[in-house]
């Protein structure tokens, strides 16, 4: 079964900050993979996917992330965040290969931007 | 785009009450519908995939006989917490899928608490 890590379980920043949140999965097969967001009170909404071709993916709100085949990672960045990026982050992965299509969500990554 | 509407938003019950939580998507046909559970400051848990018309296929270690899960059409799924205890109390969040590459909307989620 596959499975999602973030390492980074809270993450303070400053206005301004660039961000970089770490996803890694275990899974030998092909994967779509996600980033998805939760403000505050808010359901989750995506950010971006990857399901084939650039690994370099952009998402809404100035969000890029990267598909990194050889170290199985899916990593966030955002060049200058902004206090209104305050929110919860998860990264979630689902196999391409099998026929099961629920979401395998990471534990998430709290990230606070300070003004 | 996508809605997927989920009600009640919040609900508080005596134990061993049953509670009926309904996931609707408002704008398109779901054929598969999921259910997660998040406890505080943790990641979503599949609980269980429902497809429109089939029985629901629950996770491991997940109780099939207290929280029954019914997707009857192609726009509703419901979850039914049976006599419920203080310890089913959380985050009950679900998803609709509009096929692999579509993705999938999230509902707002119910916040059940158990007395």
């Given at each position: 079964a596959q499975s999602v890590s973030q390492h980074n379980h809270h993450v303070i920043l400053s206005e301004a900050a660039s961000l970089e949140l770490g996803c890694n999965y275990s899974y030998g097969g092909t994967v779509n993979l996600f980033w998805y967001v939760q403000y505050p009170g808010q359901h989750l909404q995506l950010l971006l996917k990857y399901?084939?071709?650039?690994?370099l993916v952009k998402g809404i709100k100035g969000f890029e992330a990267e598909f990194i085949k050889s170290k199985f990672s899916f990593n966030l960045r955002k060049p200058s965040v902004q206090w209104s990026d305050t929110a919860e982050y998860f990264c979630a992965v689902t196999p391409m290969d099998t026929g099961r299509r629920a979401l395998t969500f990471g534990s998430g990554t709290r990230l606070q931007v300070q003004p | 785009g996508a809605v997927v509407s989920q009600h009640p938003s919040r609900v508080i019950c005596k134990s061993g009450t049953s509670v009926k939580i309904e996931c609707r998507s408002l704008d398109f046909q779901a054929t598969t519908m999921f259910w997660y559970r998040q406890f505080p400051k943790q990641s979503l848990m599949l609980m269980a995939t429902s497809n429109e018309g089939s029985k629901a296929t629950y996770e491991q270690g997940v109780e099939k006989d207290k929280f029954l899960i019914n997707?009857?059409?192609?726009?509703l799924s419901t979850l039914t917490v049976t006599s419920?205890?203080?310890?089913?109390s959380s985050f009950y969040i679900c998803s609709a899928s509009r096929g692999a590459v579509a993705g999938y909307t999230f509902g707002s989620g119910t916040r059940l608490t158990v007395v």
């Open positions: 399901f084939s071709g650039d690994p | 997707h009857a059409s192609l726009t419920a205890h203080p310890e089913d």
